[in-house]
């Protein structure tokens, strides 16, 4: 397990929440040398792209498309922090591969913790219609490039499992081109890659690394390149047990972006072992935050049901992290949901001014 050892938490980000302002001093102070701006966001604010090496295969990745998932900014910052102490391993991975990073494509939504710029609009859907200005950025380093592999870095929500049981702490995915899904040699670059990273994160992470669905989705940015011929993969990092910081996924990001990159300086565009793709589970959605089991409410009749409870995260007015606020989002019969935490209520007083808890408003209730 060498990279428990070598792996190093960037110490000037110690929260889930990045400021951008936080960001770009970090980057002027101590990568200048490595980064220049690429264009500016709708409020104005810095696009900043990152070079690291000049190996032969060229690398392009973005984080922070949407601004709430700052885990792929931190796995890019970690390791950089990382390989400071490990000079060896950095010097052969930039021999071999050049990484052009885009950090923080969405600024403006990632200042005020919102998925969508500061227009509104998701950057992941603007593809053809080119509305935003960030996304157009990014078209253009892609445009003009000459990349062998794109990595499209995302986190996804705490609903999902591997197999029911697990988190899917990862899920990956080489996008479709097409409705009909067909496997093309693009698509096989990036699950060669993607089955390595696989057989690495298993190692470390067993049962928690899944494979997002392939639905085809005409507007979003990895289908179009991966249309256009540019193997994208794309990385969702996700739950990890009692981490809702995801201190512990951030770690593993890290070793997912460095084992990514190893497995591309390693291929070079070989489909070597791409079936090893199809062995990894699909995501299930199967999990809520919470769930209070058998909750008996104040209503006339007897009524008993469960209530689940997701957690919003917001970013409050002067914090430095991000706060989450337990809201209701399901009550009756959950099906065969589970909640990453439950809690029996047989026989407990349900205190609320209201009769029953409100779908989709903030937890108003106790249960003693
Ligand atoms: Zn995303």
């Given at each position: ?24 001093k970090?980057?002027?102070k101590?990568?200048s ?21 000049s190996?032969?295969?060229?690398v ?5 498309m949407h ?5 792929a ?17 950095r ?8 990484l ?5 494509l969405n ?8 998925r969508?710029?500061a227009?509104?609009?998701d ?18 380093a892609?445009?003009?490039g ?14 999902f ?9 990862f ?40 494979r ?8 979003s940015?990895?289908d179009?390149?991966?249309r ?6 794309l990385?969702?990092?996700g ?13 593993y ?9 190893k ?24 999990h ?20 689940a ?38 026989g407990?007083?349900?205190?609320c ?16």
């Open positions: 397990m060498d990279f428990e050892n070598w792996y190093r938490r960037n110490p000037d980000f110690p929260h889930r929440y990045i400021p951008p302002t936080t960001l770009e970090f980057l002027q101590n990568l040398d490595y980064n220049r701006v690429i264009g500016t966001s709708y409020a104005g604010k810095n696009i900043r792209m990152l070079t690291l090496g190996g032969p295969v060229r392009i990745a973005w984080s922070q601004g709430n998932e700052s885990n900014t931190h796995a890019l910052l970690d390791l950089w922090e990382s390989l400071q102490y490990r000079p060896d391993l010097d052969q991975l930039f021999s071999e591969i050049t052009d990073f885009i950090l923080m600024p403006d939504g990632s200042e005020v913790w919102n969508r710029n227009q509104d609009i950057l992941n859907r603007d593809f053809l219609k080119l509305e935003s200005k960030e996304l157009p950025i990014l078209k253009e892609v445009r003009t000459n990349y062998h592999y794109g990595l499209n870095l995302h986190e996804q929500r705490t609903i499992t591997t197999d029911g049981v697990h988190p899917a702490t899920s990956f995915l080489s996008p479709s081109v097409s409705p009909e899904r067909e496997l093309t040699e693009t698509r096989k670059k990036g699950m060669a890659v993607i089955a390595r990273i696989y057989e690495k994160l298993n190692l470390y992470i067993p049962h928690q690394t899944g997002y669905t392939d639905e085809f989705y005409p507007a940015t990895g179009n390149f991966s256009m011929g540019l193997p994208v993969i990385y969702e990092g739950h990890f047990p009692e981490d809702y910081e995801r201190k512990h996924t951030r770690k990001y890290t070793l997912a972006l460095y084992e990514g990159l497995a591309m300086a390693q291929l070079r565009g070989s489909t070597s072992g791409f079936g090893g793709y199809f062995e990894i589970p699909e995501n299930q959605e199967t809520y935050d919470f769930i209070y089991r058998n909750v008996k409410l104040n209503t006339g009749f007897d009524c008993v049901l469960d209530v409870v997701q957690y919003k995260e917001e970013l409050l007015p002067g914090n430095e992290e991000i706060t989450f606020t337990p809201v209701v989002v399901a009550a009756g019969d959950v099906g065969d949901k589970k909640g990453w935490k439950e809690m029996d209520c047989t407990k007083k349900f205190i001014d209201s009769e029953f808890p409100k779908l989709d408003h903030v937890v108003n209730f106790r249960i003693e």
